[in-house]
């Protein structure tokens, strides 16, 4: 079982940057691609970024690629999601996930509970 624990969250200014975290602990972390959801309130789960467990391969959102990067590192057991020049519309509580590498959150299996990210205009 792989647990997962996100932090990094809070209240930003529109234009501003935040960096996301996702520590992993229990399982074998490396086994896993790990992957960023976002929920806004009233809607659907979407993906944000995944990236394999080598780190060699990313895939991000459409409309977030440039703005958002994401890495990690495996000797930390750690992911990070940079968030640069956001907008109100990145209001989302975000997840991470461990599972396969894909866009569709059905094909994770552990997931974290959540950090809030705020937008103010």
């Known amino acids: 079982q792989v647990q997962l624990v996100e932090s990094g969250g809070g209240v930003v200014q529109a234009g501003g940057s935040l960096r996301l975290s996702c520590a992993a602990s229990?399982?074998?972390?490396?086994?896993?691609?790990v992957g960023w959801f976002r929920q806004a309130p009233g809607k659907e789960r979407e993906f944000v970024s995944t990236?394999?467990?080598?780190?060699?391969?990313?895939m991000y959102a459409d409309s977030l690629k440039g703005r958002f990067t994401i890495s990690r590192d495996n000797a930390e057991n750690m992911v990070f999601l940079q968030m640069n020049n956001l907008v109100p519309e990145d209001t989302a509580i975000y997840y991470c996930?461990?599972?396969?590498?894909?866009?569709?959150?059905?094909?994770?299996?552990?997931w974290g509970r959540g950090t809030q990210v705020t937008v103010s205009s």
């Open positions: 229990g399982g074998t972390f490396t086994n896993y691609a």
């Open positions: 996930a461990a599972g396969l590498y894909n866009s569709d959150s059905s094909l994770y299996d552990y």
């Open positions: 990236i394999t467990w080598a780190g060699l391969r990313t």
